[in-house]
Each structure stands twice: as structure tokens, then as C-alpha cells.
């Protein structure tokens, strides 16, 4: 998986390092001072990812916790981010992190118990609030690479003695063994990014089939496990409706859509470095073939119709398949127009 | 000054390292500059000199003179330091990603190895210990080569041998018993490389082939957009057969500049059909409501809510009458187009 492994050289002897060392006894490893002044200081081609990939194992500086944008997650509440990971294994073609760091080596934050307490610190700076978000996974998959990082054992305490705090762990991965082994808490979400089957083949490259995903998320729901659904980002395909009410109608088969937490509708968009490194490293993505315009904050979109439309056909599928109006929320589109 | 037809200009830091190239072909020497040649095949040979500054001076004079060449692509063919256990010395890589030193651009070539180039030659055993975090192998130039190169929108492409490891005292050092072993490496490798195929950049087939057919006229601007459908029509998987059927509905009876003005639009309309017929709805939800007086226009983008109205008064009561026309213009109806509530 990883050509070199970085670590630095404060966090050499943590049990985390030393845990994540461990599953890859072959690969050259070398010591650095800090992660900032490898990663990111030149521009690594994107996809250096298939054939030359490295991690890098440190202690996240600076701001941990940071305001979520205001469109992000349900309303209502206070929502955060805290970041200890940069970058994903998968390939999706829309990546908006293809365009956001200058590399696509993986980083790893381990000082957990530094973000954790952070966490409390926001936590408690809300008294008034019921409830007070923290999501995982801005810049990485949440669970694709958790058996090795072995970060959720301590989230899942620490969110145990916040009672009002909810964490929501973000992923397109299948890959649960490590929370089959924790304890469901009402306050932990676990929400999925889902598209249809065609789409998840053609442009969430590497990543579960749509199939696989949704039998994770059975398996969790009959554990416990509260889940929560993605499905952004949407992108227009021909039969549009049709394959979007086959993609409700297994998840109706698969699951207790009853007991879905939330399920959040977003339409692909892409600010135009991204979009043009998606023109760079897959030039041959059905995704040049759509008709793009440059939107009301510079993104690229398509027009506001279509992008309207389909919001609106996905929602009305998703209400005649059983969800509730409550469960559905526009993620960052609703507010713009 | 008139400047001999080059194809392929060779670049190295030291003659030791081209030594091999000297004998190989007949260079002879250019008034350009003095560490500049060329041959009848079409090859120019420059000596840079070592480190960046002179990298970008002789190359720069160089593709300067060369300027109106068509065709010139650029060697970089050299030793490198290793700066990873793991790599032979005197073994011959070409170079895929090329750092610099404190630089944050880089450049990608064809190869297998990354490198980086380097500010000063001596390194200290924690300098390389620090750039080999970027790089298993370092120069003194190729990130100068790059950036002249990619300036004068040239191709380039390096090859490097190896000379020494880490824990060398001076890295990209080529030493006078192993430097006619070393030239004769990269010229083998050079040559190897000059006869593989380069593929060449997949073109859009004129699937229907219309463009130079007298029933079509296209336009250049035309042109680049009908290439650049066919090339969409791909992408989307649309079928040839499903392109001819379109093509064959349109009235050959029409005129070639408006038969393929209709072509570009019913291709058009089938990569956004809903756009289309969004487009189509609200040009017919306003044309009752228009006319020379009245003219209503939205943005084509679909984008903005607005609306341009353009207006004729010429008198007081046909004002009372364009007031009226105002305000029964549809647009909850507009609107609601917009916000994608409309089913087409
Ligand atoms: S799973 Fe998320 S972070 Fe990973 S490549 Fe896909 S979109 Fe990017």
C-alpha cells in the first residue's frame, strides 16, 4: 500500500505508531522532524497515489477542532470538524481534495487524546445547546483505513462521557470490523456516501461496490449502530429517476430506513481547481461530458434547474420509498437559492 | 543569424558525461556559444555547466535562437546522486517527477524514477537525509531545464545514471575512471529512447465525415466546437449510429452553414435534453407576452433569476399598456422553472 512511511520523531515511540509499524514490517520508514515541512511543500502529482504512495505519521498542530460551514450537517445545532487525517486511498473522480492539498500522500494524526480534549473543550463551551456535532472525515474516509490508525476505540469513550456531543464518522468504505467490536452509542453516528450502482462504479474508483456498502450498513444497523446516508454527490445520468429509485429501493430492502438518522441530498459541484484536476487526471470521465456552468459563488455546477430538479425528484423518491420529510436535508444547496 | 534544423537539443552539465555523444555524431561547433554544437541529424549538444543559474542562461539562449523551430524536444541526459539505499550505482533511470529544492512547482515527465535538483553540490548528511524525503535521486539542474523548457513550451525529458549513494562526500560527481563507462550508458539508453514510438496524441475522428464535405460549411470556431461534442459524444458512450440518425433527420435541402449550425444544435440538445427543454418552455412561457415594444430575455446559463426587459415608449397610453403587459409577465412561473419545480 505505502512506498515510505514518514514519522516524526516526537511521536517515534507512541503506541499508535508503533501499533500502525507494525501491519507493515517492509516498508522503508524514515524519521522526520515534522510533517509540515515535507508534506505539501512540493506539488506531488495526484496520481503518485496509484504507484508511489506515503504516509505520514505525526502530531496534529494547530487548530483541531474547527467550525463547520454553515450548510454542513442538520440545522439547528453548533457543527464542527476535527481533522486527524488528510487524504484517502479511493479514487473519486469529483475528490474535492484532488484540488485542496498539493499532495496525495496519506496523513495520519495521532495525538487523539489532544483532539479529544478539545473536543470537550467545544463541548462545553455550549451549555445551551442540546446537542453539539463533531464530524470526522473533512479530508479522509473515516473507517477505510481505521484498523490500522485504531483511533474509534477512544472516540467511542470519549463520546461516551459527552452526552450531548454527537460525532458523525463519514465513509464510503465497507471496512467495520473495528466498530463490530465497539458498543453502539446513540450519540455515534456512522453515515455512508451512496450513489447508484452505476455511478459508484463509474467514478467512486476503489471504493466498495454500492452493494457491499449497503451490507456494511445492515450489519451495523442490526448491531446498533446508529447510521446516517450521503447521497452527494449526485450526478446526472440518463434514466435518472429510474436509477435513483432502484438505489432507494435496495437500501428499502437492505435496511430500517425508519431508523435512519438523517439522509442528506447534495448535487456535485467543484471549485474550478478542482474541477480542473479532474480534467487532468481523468480526462476521460463521463463527468467532461455534462453541460457545466460557473455558479452564483464561482463553482462549477450545472445550471440551477437541473440542479434543482434533481434534488427535488431524489427527495420525492426518497419520501415514496419511506423516509420522512424529517429525515431529508439539503446539504449546501438549499441555502443558496 | 541562420540556425541549423534541430530536432532534439542533448543537455549535460559536464563533457565527461556527453563524451560518448562526441563520438557518436558529428558535432560541430555552433557560433551561438561555445559550449553549444550540432549535427546533421538534427541533434544539438549544449554544456550547461553545473547548478541552476547556468542551466537557465544557456538554455534560455539557446531555445531563444531555436525559437521558430517547430519541433525541438529537450534531453537532460547526466549523472545523478542517489539519495535511497536502495538504487545501483550506474544505473540508468528516466526521470518521472522533478522537484526543486525550495521550490514548490514541480514537473512531470515519462519515467520511473522521482528527483530532485539540489541548490548547493556539497551535501551534508542531513540535507540528504531531508531532500531524500522528496526524492530517491538529486541534480544540481533538471529543475532549472524544466522551467525554461516548459517557458518555451518545449518538451523534455531526462535520463540519468546514478554515481554515487548516500554518505558520499559530493553527490553528482562523474569521476574520470568511470565517465566514458557512464556517457556510453546514456547514449545506449538515449538511442533506445530516440527509437521507441511515441504514441501519438489520440485525435477526434470525424465519425460522420462531414468536415470537409461540401453539403457542411464549418466555421473554425465551428469546428473546435463540433470536435468537442464528438469528443463529449464519446465520453457519454452516445452511439456512431445514434450520431448518423441525427445527422441524416437534418434537410438536406438546407444551406451547409445552417444544415451544420442544426447539427451542433441537436447534438447539443442531446447531451442536455432537460436544459433544452427547460430553455424551450420558458422561450414559449414568454412569447405571447413579447413584442417590438416588449422584449423579455433571460440568462442562457439558467443561472441567475433575473430577467432583461427592454422597453419602447412612445406614448402615454401605450405606457398604460406596457404596464399592464408588465404585470402579467409569468413569472411565479419563471421562477419556478428555475428552482427546478417545473416537470419537462
Ligand atoms: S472517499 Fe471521499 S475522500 Fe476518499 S476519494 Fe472518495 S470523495 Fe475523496
Redesign the interface.
Known sequence: MFKRI?VEKEMRDHPRVLQFLSSFPNI?T?E?EEIDK?FN?????YL?KRD?LQAFLGRKRGSLVKPAPDAYGLSGSPHYYFIHSYNCLYECQYCYLQGYF?SPDLVFFLNHEEIGEKIKEVCDSHPDQEEVWFHAGEFSDSLALSHLTGELPYYFSLFQTLPKARLELRTKSANIKELKALSPQKNITVSFSLSTAAQVKAFDLKTPPLKTRLKAMRELQNLGHPIGIHIDPVI?EDDFEKKFAELFQEMKTQLDLSAVHYVSLGVVRFTKDVYHQVQKNYP???L????W????DQKVRY??????????KIKALGLAAGFNEKQIYLCMEEME? | MSTTELSQLLCFAHRGEASAFFKAYDFKASALHPDFWTCDQGLGLLLTGEGLGKAFSKLGLILGAYHQQPRLEIFNLGVAGAL?E?LEVGSVHKVR?V??EE????F?LIGDL?L?TAKKRVLSPEQG?FL???APLVDRELWGLCSVAREAKRPIAAIKIISDRPGADEICTITKENSKEWSEKLLEAFQKESQSETPEEPSMIDILGILDHSAWHFTTTQKRQYENYL???Q???FSQTELQNIAGEIDPKLKPKLRTQKLLTLM?ER??P??TR?RANLEQLFEPHQNSDLQVRFDQ???SQSLDVNLKIHGAKQFQELQTALQSLPLKNFWS?????ED?
Do not use: C
Open positions: 514518514f522503508p524514515q522526520i515535507i511543500r512540493v506539488k506531488k502529482p503518485q508511489n498539493d446526472y476521460d470521465s463521463p467532461h461530458g455534462a453541460d456552468v460557473k455558479s452564483f445550471s440551477r434547474p437541473l440542479r434543482n430538479w434533481m434534488l427535488g437559492n | 535511497r536502495n517527477t522537484y526543486g521550490e514548490f512547482h514541480s512531470e522521482d530532485i537525509h531524500s524525503a522528496f469528443q463529449k459524444w465520453l457519454r458512450d447539443q447531451f442536455s432537460l436544459e427547460l446559463s439558467l443561472e422553472v428555475l428552482q427546478g419545480e419537462v
